[in-house]
């Protein structure tokens, strides 16, 4: 039986992705306006990505970004989507956490992975095989200091510590909320389970002829390793992550990002990074093929309801959903598309309707005496003022 929340978690994880060829100043005006608009709606959080080559995802610095993103918010939570933590020494990434979260209040969330594009690893010279243990070593560290007062000492093959210590410690205590990004291997779940963070799972695996991710495997791999180091795991905290668009109807989606959708796949995931392709059709059909198979979820309100239901069966249960955004559909129709999720999706796993519908329901289920004394109040009202008139 699939364990959901009270109240689910949703917001999104905005790489971003923008075509190669658009005005990327514009293209991250949008993302901030995106965010801005998702704070009005009430979404609970935004977490932005770190990249550094291929053109699409091209926000360098998600620091940066949140850092202008609070001043224009109020109420959503900012995350790092992932900090790249192979690329960064474990000092300075958590001098600016912390700086952040002083900054913020309190809003900032830290989400932690090992570099997902393999130019970016080679641009710096780190060999890809080492990615993930620099990413469980450099994460330890950061904690330490989070947490620790004495000064600490350590060398490393790729960085040294000498007395080191913080001048700030963290606004939340003991500090601000850690997820480590998991896409289809078991690191990523592994390293969660070893400090007792919470998981951003990319439910679209690399590799289409795997198969869809196995999320009951994976969070099991993670209570196991959580077990092994006295830590333990929270279905609530653990996200997962979807492409979505959607409209009034289903047909209406589809044409909204029909090419953008195509050119995203081809261009970007397949003719860029090198994804395996799963569907080899004309580019126009790639939308249908992978709403069809789960990928993605492009439809209407009540289509996403039955696929964020689906995710759960297929989990086991989670706590949060992030619509993996992708800039496939024009701007207004983007904005839309965030706007009905927030109406009509949030409100059936958040609690929201309950009581609206529930008043609802007894003043139809009493209806008919309620209507009765309606007239006999008219009726009176009537006489009295004949009556008066008398």
């Known amino acids: 039986m699939a364990q959901l929340p009270d109240r689910m ?9 923008h075509r190669v060829g658009e005005n990327p100043t514009l293209a991250l005006d949008r993302d901030m306006e995106l965010v801005q608009w998702l704070d009005y709606l009430g979404y609970d959080e935004a977490w932005i990505g770190e990249h550094h080559s291929a053109g699409w995802e091209i926000v360098a610095s998600p620091e940066v970004f949140i850092a202008a993103a609070a001043q224009h918010t109020k109420y959503i939570k900012l995350g790092t989507g992932v900090v790249s933590l192979p690329y960064h020494h474990p ?4 001098d600016r956490m912390v700086q952040l979260d002083h900054m913020t209040h309190g809003r900032v969330l830290f989400g932690v992975g090992p ?3 393999p130019g970016d690893a080679y641009m710096m010279g780190i060999p890809h095989e080492v990615q993930r243990e620099r990413m469980d070593e450099a994460l330890g560290i950061i904690l330490r200091l989070f947490t620790e007062n004495e000064p600490i000492t350590y060398k490393s093959d790729w960085f040294e510590l000498r007395d080191a210590v913080i001048q700030l410690k963290p606004f939340q ?3 601000m909320p850690v997820a480590v990004a998991s896409v289809q291997t078991p690191a990523g779940v592994i390293l969660a389970g070893k400090y007792g963070a919470s998981v951003l799972t990319i439910t679209v695996p690399r590799d289409p002829s795997a198969g869809p991710s196995d999320l009951q495997g994976l969070w099991a791999i993670a209570e196991e390793s959580a077990e092994t180091h006295g830590q333990k795991m929270n279905r609530d905290d653990w996200r997962l992550v979807l492409p979505v668009h959607l409209a009034e109807t289903k047909k209406e989606a589809l044409e909204d990002a029909r090419m953008g959708a195509g050119r995203y796949l081809r261009e970007y995931s397949e003719g860029t990074n090198g994804r395996k ?5 004309p580019l126009e059909k790639v939308i249908e093929h992978m709403d069809d198979n789960g990928s993605w979820i492009i439809g209407t309100p009540d289509d996403c309801v039955a ?6 069966e297929r989990s086991g249960g989670f706590g949060g959903f992030l619509v993996q955004t992708v800039d496939w559909a024009p701007r207004e129709k983007m904005l839309r598309s965030y706007e009905l999720l927030a109406r009509y999706v949030m409100p059936q796993f ?3 309707a309950v009581s609206t519908a529930a008043s609802n329901k007894w003043a139809k289920d009493h209806q008919e005496s309620l209507a009765a004394g309606r007239v006999r109040a008219i009726s009176r009202a009537k006489e009295s003022y004949a009556q008066s008139r008398g």
């Not at 392709?277 to 059709?281: I, L, P, V």
């Not at 696929?307 to 759960?312: E, R």
């Open 91 to 94: 000092l300075m990434v958590a």
């Open 115 to 117: 570099g997902a594009l």
């Open 277 to 281: 392709a799963g569907f080899s059709g």
């Open 307 to 312: 696929g964020i239901k689906k995710l759960a």
């Open 9 to 17: 978690k949703f917001g999104v994880f905005l790489g971003p992705f």
């Open 173 to 175: 205590k003991p500090y």
């Open 350 to 352: 958040q609690g929201t």
